[in-house]
C-alpha cells in the first residue's frame, strides 16, 4: 500500500494534540476526523494505527529519533509509518529521511535497555517488577505493545455461537471459539462489524474476552434481582442480561448520562427487557438505598486505571501517575463499601477492575474484609469450577495478555453470610 503524503502532515498534526494528554487519545483523533471530513478510510485508518504505534513504543522511538534532519516530530511519524506499514509505502519523504528510515530500521532493538524496550513510565515498570519479577514485566510489557485482537459476544438469546462462527467465516472472516469465555469469539483481524446484519440485528456485541468471564462468574441466574454498579456502555449488563434469559431485575447503575446513552441502542439491538438503566448522583444516592440487603448478585467493575487495557488504550500509561492511583484507590475503596450495601445474606458481590495493579486489586478488597465482618471471600478457583471454566487459579481472577490473550483484568468474588 501506497501513501499519500499527506498522511504524514495529518499524523503530525493529530499527534502534537495527542502528546498534550489533556484527554484520551481516542477522542483526540475522532474529533480531529470530524474536523477534516475529506480525510478517506484508508488514510484515517493509517493516521490512527501510526499514532497508536508511536504511544506504544513512544520511549524507543524517542530514542532513535534522536538523530537525523528535520523536525523531532515528523522522524516520530516516519518511525511509527514504517513499523506499521513498512519503510517503502510513504510517499512524499526526501532521500536524507529515507537513508536515515533505513539505518535505524536496522538498529537491533533487543539491544535496547530492558527498561526502554518496556515503553513505560518509569513509576509504572518499577510497580509491576515489583508485583510480577523481571522476566514476566518484560514479557508482559512487549504484549501490552501489541494491538488487541477483536473479540466479539454472542448474545445467545438469539443465536448459538456455532451458527454466529458460520454467518461469519462464509463471509469471510477468519475466527476462532474463545478458550475461557462461554459465548466469545476471537477475530483474527478487525472488520467492519457496525455494517453487519449480525451485529445490528442483535447477534453480536463487541466484548473482550475477560469482560465476558467478569460477567460470566457473577453467576446470575433466572429471576434474580443483580445490579450491575458501575455500568457504562452496557457491556456486562447486557451479558448479564442474556445470563439471566431475559427474566428477573437487572439494575445498570451509572453517574454519567452520557455512558448510559450509550447502553440505549446497544440494549435495543439485544432484545433485552429487564434491563434497568438508572442515573445516580454518587455512590451513595437514596436510588441505591432502597435497594439495601435485597440483591442477589452485584457487579461492581470500578472505575480504575485501565492499565490493563493498553493494547487498545496505549495512551493511559502516559497520562496516569503515582498520584492518581492513590486517589483512584480511595474511589474504588467508597464505592466497594457502597455497592456491598445492597447484597441480600448469601448473596454475592464480584470487585473487578481492568488494572494490572494490587493497589486497585487485592488491597482493595482485602482492606474490606478488615473492615466488614460480614463478607467472606469466595476462592476463585471454586467460582470458576462452579462456572464451568477451564482455568487455573487462586483466589482471585488474575488475566493477563501475555497468559492468557486478553486484556488484564482482576476480580474477587465476596459472599455476604446468612
Not at 481472577?397 to 455476604?416: S, Y
Amino acid at each position: 500500500m501506497r501513501l499519500s503524503p499527506w498522511v504524514i502532515t495529518h499524523t503530525e498534526q493529530v499527534l502534537r494534540e495527542v502528546l498534550q494528554f489533556s484527554g484520551p487519545a481516542d477522542v483526540v483523533i475522532s474529533r480531529y476526523f470530524r474536523e477534516h471530513a475529506k480525510l478517506g478510510m484508508r488514510e484515517r485508518g493509517a493516521i490512527a494505527e501510526t499514532v497508536y504505534a508511536i504511544l506504544r513504543n513512544r520511549l524507543v522511538y524517542n530514542h532513535l529519533s534522536e538523530s537525523g534532519a528535520g523536525p523531532a516530530m515528523r522522524r516520530l511519524v516516519l518511525l511509527g509509518l514504517a513499523d506499521v506499514y513498512g519503510p517503502d509505502a510513504m510517499g512524499g519523504i526526501s532521500d536524507e529521511e529515507r537513508d536515515w528510515l533505513e539505518h535505524v530500521m536496522k538498529i537491533d532493538r533487543s539491544r535496547l535497555p530492558r527498561k526502554m524496550q518496556a515503553n513505560l513510565p518509569d513509576w509504572l515498570y518499577d510497580r509491576l517488577l515489583a508485583q510480577y519479577g523481571e522476566e514476566e514485566t518484560q514479557e508482559l510489557s512487549r504484549v501490552l505493545n501489541t494491538p488487541a485482537p477483536l473479540d466479539l459476544r454472542v448474545n445467545t438469546l438469539k443465536m448459538k455461537r456455532e451458527e454466529a462462527v458460520r454467518v461469519l467465516k462464509e463471509v469471510p472472516v477468519e475466527c476462532e471459539v474463545t478458550p475461557y469465555a462461554a459465548s466469545g469469539i476471537r477475530l483474527h483481524k478487525k472488520i467492519a462489524l457496525q455494517n453487519m446484519p449480525l451485529f445490528k440485528d442483535g447477534g453480536v456485541e463487541v466484548q473482550d474476552e475477560g469482560s465476558q468471564l467478569l460477567a460470566q462468574i457473577v453467576g446470575a441466574k433466572r429471576g434474580e434481582m443483580v445490579v450491575d454498579f458501575c455500568a457504562g456502555a452496557g457491556g456486562k449488563t447486557l451479558a448479564l442480561g442474556v445470563a439471566m434469559r431475559n427474566t428477573g431485575r437487572l439494575y445498570a447503575f451509572d453517574v454519567s448520562e452520557r455512558r448510559l446513552a450509550k447502553m440505549k441502542p446497544r440494549l435495543a439491538r439485544s432484545g433485552l427487557s429487564n434491563v434497568h438503566p438508572i442515573q445516580i448522583a454518587h455512590e451513595r444516592d437514596a436510588r441505591i438505598k432502597r435497594l439495601a440487603g435485597k440483591a442477589d448478585r452485584v457487579l461492581v467493575d470500578s472505575p480504575c486505571s485501565g492499565l490493563g487495557t493498553l493494547r487498545r488504550n496505549p495512551d493511559l500509561k502516559w497520562r496516569q501517575t503515582s498520584e492518581t492511583i492513590a486517589e483512584m484507590a480511595q474511589k474504588q475503596r467508597e464505592i466497594l463499601e457502597s455497592a456491598a450495601r445492597l447484597v441480600k445474606p448469601g448473596g454475592r458481590l464480584v470487585y473487578a477492575t481492568c488494572s494490572l495493579l494490587d493497589d486497585e486489586n487485592e488491597k482493595i478488597v482485602s482492606d474490606f474484609l478488615a473492615k466488614d465482618g460480614r463478607f467472606a471471600l469466595v476462592p476463585m478457583q471454586k467460582v470458576l469450577e462452579e462456572s464451568k471454566v477451564d482455568l487455573e487459579m487462586g483466589d482471585f481472577l488474575k488475566l493477563l495478555p501475555n497468559r492468557h490473550q486478553t486484556d488484564g483484568f482482576f476480580a474477587a468474588v465476596i459472599e455476604r453470610k446468612e
